[in-house]
C-alpha cells in the first residue's frame, strides 16, 4: 500500500470536472484507488464516491493505492490535486 | 471505521426521523459545540448550590421540577446560583413540557454562549428520544462501496468491483418499481448492536452515475416511488467476474455469511458474463430471503423431499 497526504488549493474545491479528472486517471491504473477525507474512504474510481466526499479548498486528503503500480498512481494523481487539476 | 463528530446543533436535525421538537431561545453561539458524551444531567442539585460532580459537559434536562424550583428563588439566589452554574462550561440546556426560561437565564445563556431549547415533549420522553438520536450518532458506522437497493422489503447490499454493473442492476431493478438508497457509497451504521442500517450521504444522496450517461437524479428520473432515505441491510450480493474455474453456489442448502461491523448477513455470489440477467437474480434471490426469513427454505425443502422419496422407495417397490 501507497499513500501520500495531499492539501487541495483549487478555490472551488473537488466539483464535478475536476472530480472527472482524478477518476478518469485513476482508472488508467490497475490497482485499487481511494481518497481519503476525515477518515472517510472513497472509492477513486467512481465519480459519485469522490463527489460525495464534499472537498473543500483546504481540505487535507490521503491518497491511497494498493496494488499493481501502486506508487505511479499515488504520485500522478496527488500531484494532479496538488496542480489545481491543470495536468 | 468513520470518527464523526455531533454539534448542539445536530440534535435539532436529527436525520429527519426523529423530530425532537426543539426551539432555541438562548445561546445561538454556542450551537458549535460539540457534544462529546451522549448522556444527560438533571440540574437539580446544581440549582439547590450543591455543584460537587458537576457533570457540566453533558446535556442539561430543566424538567418540570427544576422550573419549578427555579420560580421560588429570590432574583439575588437566582443570580448566584446561575453565575455558579454558568462558571462551568455548561454544554447546553434544554427546557421541557414547553417551560421557557425567565429573562435573567437567556441572558446568562447568551453571555456564555450556552445552546439553551424549549421542547414540547415530557421530560421522560425527551430524554428517551434524544438518547436514540444522540447513540445513532455514535453507533460504529462504516462507509461501504456498493449499491443498496430495497427489493420487496429486502435490503440489498449489491457489492463488486468498479464496472462490474452495480449501478446498471440498480438501474433495471429501479426500473421494475424497486427503490434506491444509495449507489457507489453506501454508509452503514450498527444500530442496537442487532441491526446495520443503509443510507446514502446526503449530498449525492440517490444520484447514480451510469456509463455513458454521466450524472443522473434517480429521485428526478424515476420519482419519489423509486428512491428512499434508508433500509435496513438485510442481504449482501457480491457481482463478480465469471470464472470458469469458479465454485458457485448451486444448491443454496447452506447459507453463507457477509460480516459487516461484527454482524453477519445473508450472502450470495453472483458470476456476471454477458447474457445473464442479473436484476432477475437479485430479484428472485431477495424474494428467496423473504421466504427463508418465514421459514421457508426451498433447497432444503427440495432435499427433504426427496430424501423421503428414497427412504419409501422399497416400500413403493414392493406394491
Known sequence: MTEREVLVRSDAGVHARPAMMFVREAMKYPCEVYLIKDNVEANGKSIMSVLGLAITSGSRLIVRARGEDEEGAVARLASLIENDFKN | MQAKKIYVRDLGLADGKIDLQMELVAGKEGLGKEITVGDVNRPGLGLAGFFD????????????????????????????????????????????????????????????????????????????????????????????????????????????????????????????????????????KKIDESLLMGSGSEIIRHHMEIRGLGIINARDVFGIRSIRNRKRIEMVALLEEWKEDGEYDRLGIDEKRYTILDLEVPFITVPVRPGRNIPVIIETAALNQRLKKMGVFSARELDNRIQNWMRTEGERSND
Request: net charge negative; with cysteine; proline share 2%.
Open chain 2, 53 to 188: 460532580f458537576f457533570a457540566y459537559d453533558r446535556i442539561q434536562i430543566f424538567g418540570l421540577g427544576e422550573t419549578a424550583f427555579m420560580r421560588r428563588l429570590t432574583a439575588g439566589q437566582k443570580e448566584e446560583v446561575f453565575e455558579k452554574f454558568f462558571s462551568f462550561d455548561v454544554l447546553c440546556c434544554v427546557f421541557t413540557h414547553n417551560e421557557h426560561p425567565d429573562e435573567m437565564f437567556v441572558g446568562f445563556a447568551n453571555r456564555y454562549r450556552v445552546p439553551t431549547f424549549v421542547t414540547r415533549h415530557r421530560t421522560t420522553r425527551f430524554i428517551s428520544l434524544m438518547t436514540h438520536v444522540v447513540e445513532e450518532f455514535f453507533s460504529p458506522t462504516i462507509v461501504m462501496h456498493g449499491t443498496l437497493v430495497d427489493i420487496y422489503g429486502i435490503g440489498m447490499l449489491l457489492l463488486g468491483k468498479s464496472g462490474v454493473g452495480k449501478s446498471e442492476t440498480a438501474l433495471e431493478l429501479i426500473e421494475r418499481g424497486h427503490r434506491l438508497v444509495a449507489d457507489d457509497m453506501v454508509e452503514v
